[in-house]
């Protein structure tokens, strides 16, 4: 069966430093994969999806970035964090015809 | 363009007593439908589609949905709630024509308050 991991749990930075969230997905080959935010523990904010290595899609401009290095390995970066950056990450995996499995996700403070 | 409704922000709900989370949708084709579940601290958990077929579709933990295309609603129930039921649901939906990486539309969530 397939599995979503996601590290780490919980982060705590400063504004202005660096950020790397990490994705891995066990048991698929060549999945789509997502980065969503959610804030305020409501609505998901899509950030980045990838349908291969080295394919990435950005639906929305801001201050992050995604790199997808390996089939099943999904990375979102940043190089100066801001205050609004913080939130709830998810990282997903799609299925055929459409549902998404997601991981147990980070919580990332700026201080 | 795709989008999704949910109504209620919260539903509150006595033990026992049936449920129903509300969902409408507005797809430009015809659509695929998603619930999913969220418990506090975790990610969304999967509970249902509906793609094709049958209009009420059974899924985990004892919930359905029933997909009502003259009135493209989604609306997610359960017969009789538990405490443990209580969460925040999202209803998704996709357009099957959307093509490309098959972007999903999220509601915005309805928060399921299970009063003892």
């Known amino acids: 069966s397939q599995t979503i991991h996601q590290w780490p749990a919980t982060l705590v930075q400063p504004v202005g430093s660096p950020l790397s969230l990490e994705c891995t997905v066990e048991?698929?080959?060549?999945?789509?994969l997502y980065w969503y935010r959610q804030a305020a523990g409501r609505g998901l904010q899509l950030l980045f999806y990838?349908?291969?290595?080295?394919?990435i899609s950005s639906e929305v401009p801001q201050n992050l970035s995604a790199s997808r290095p390996q089939d099943r390995q999904f990375i979102l970066s940043s190089k100066k964090l801001l205050l609004s950056d913080s939130g709830f990450y998810l990282c997903?995996?799609?299925?055929?015809?459409?549902?998404?499995?997601f991981g147990p996700g980070t919580r990332l403070t700026v201080t | 363009a795709q989008s999704v409704a949910q109504p209620e922000d919260q539903v509150n709900v006595a033990e026992g007593n049936p449920l129903t989370v509300k969902c409408t949708y507005s797809?430009?084709?015809?659509?695929?439908l998603f619930w999913y579940v969220q418990y506090p601290n975790r990610g969304l958990q999967f509970l249902l589609k509906?793609?094709?077929?049958?209009?009420l579709v059974k899924g985990s933990y004892g919930f359905e949905a029933e997909f009502n295309k003259s009135q493209t609603s989604f609306h997610l129930k359960k017969p009789s709630a538990l405490v443990s039921d209580s969460a925040l649901y999202f209803c998704?939906?996709?357009?099957?024509?959307?093509?490309?990486?098959?972007?999903?539309?999220f509601g915005t969530g309805t928060k399921l308050q299970v009063i003892p």
């Open positions: 509906y793609i094709t077929g049958d209009n």
């Open positions: 990838s349908v291969g290595i080295g394919q």
């Open positions: 998704a939906v996709r357009d099957i024509y959307s093509g490309g990486y098959q972007k999903v539309t």
């Open positions: 048991g698929t080959s060549n999945p789509n």
């Open positions: 797809v430009s084709g015809n659509p695929y």
């Open positions: 997903a995996w799609r299925s055929d015809p459409g549902e998404q499995y």
